[in-house]
């Protein structure tokens, strides 16, 4: 695994994007601070670049780098979290102003499978983590759903065999609304 991870990372380094597995669904990355690298997704996935996009860390350590205020109520959650959970939090920063929503959130996961955690440490940034799918498409539960048009236009494509989720499904969605207060968007 360690050999396939540093060969990830360097791709990402690269400016590269790949079709790599997550805590929920397979997903399309990129190294999240690497503005050309997160338009070439737009791209992929015929989005509309309005649109911001879910990032994943390995540990919640590096939230200070990438949100500015972090609300008191997501240091009691996040260590309690038992399954994927993606947090809206209220202040991006240190990311390209794309990824961040209008109202200047940014949308993080802290991911527990071993692949994509690792990965993530070994670059040493966030990784853009969305739905290996067309914008407009259904998300794909299973690597055999994804459209070999999405797979031909990635720059690599992690093997199979370092996919440890069988949920195979979105992530909860809580966004905070203050120090104190949150709400859940999906379960």
């Known amino acids: 695994m360690e050999q396939e991870i540093e060969k990830c990372a360097e791709l990402l380094r690269a400016g590269k994007v790949l079709l790599y597995p997550t805590d929920t669904v397979w997903g399309i990355g990129c ?35 990438y949100v500015k205020m972090i609300p008191l109520v997501a240091w009691d959650l996040i260590p309690h979290v038992s399954r994927p959970t993606t947090f809206i939090y209220p202040t991006a920063q240190n990311l390209p102003a794309r990824l961040v929503h209008n109202d200047g959130t940014i949308a993080i996961r802290i991911v527990q499978q071993e692949f994509c955690r690792r ?57 905070f609304l203050d120090d104190y207060n949150f709400t859940v968007i999906r379960d």
């Open 31 to 65: 190294d999240a601070t690497n503005e050309e690298a997160l338009m070439k997704i737009y791209h992929i996935k015929q989005r509309d670049a309005k649109k911001s996009m879910i990032i994943l860390l390995d540990s919640a350590e590096r939230l200070p780098m």
């Open 119 to 175: 990965l993530i440490r070994t670059l040493g940034k966030p990784i853009i983590s969305t739905s290996a799918n067309i914008a407009s498409q259904p998300t794909p539960q299973t690597f055999a759903d994804i459209s070999p048009e999405v797979i031909q236009q990635m720059d690599y494509v992690v093997p199979q065999q370092y996919a440890s989720s069988y949920d195979y499904k979105p992530s909860r969605l809580i966004k």
